[in-house]
């Protein structure tokens, strides 16, 4: 984690720890009203696969991703664990620009 900004290196390790200000754990810890992704329609929860895999609103930024990473862009543990995973995920995060 030397690398990375304090920042990147506090976001990567929150993902790794499944501690992430997702709303699904915002909820539990009572932060938010509700688990659900703010950009679904209250349909789904806003759980880190969703966050990093479905959720159609980062659908371009996902894009990107898989055309840095190919089939390994769909691979969470590669994309928390392994060095280009984890760089390629970070640039993932910042497009989404949802931990501002």
Known sequence: I??????QASILSQFR???VPLNQTL??????ESPACPH???????TIRHFILDCPHYAFARH????KLG?????????LGDKEGAKEF???VGFTHRFK
């Open 2 to 7: 030397d690398s990375y900004s304090r920042k």
């Open 17 to 19: 720890t499944n501690h």
């Open 27 to 32: 909820f539990r810890i009572g932060r938010v």
């Open 40 to 46: 679904c329609g209250g349909v789904t929860v806003e």
């Open 64 to 67: 990107h991703l898989r055309t």
């Open 71 to 79: 089939r390994k862009a769909g691979e969470i543990p590669f994309l």
């Open 90 to 92: 970070l640039c993932y």
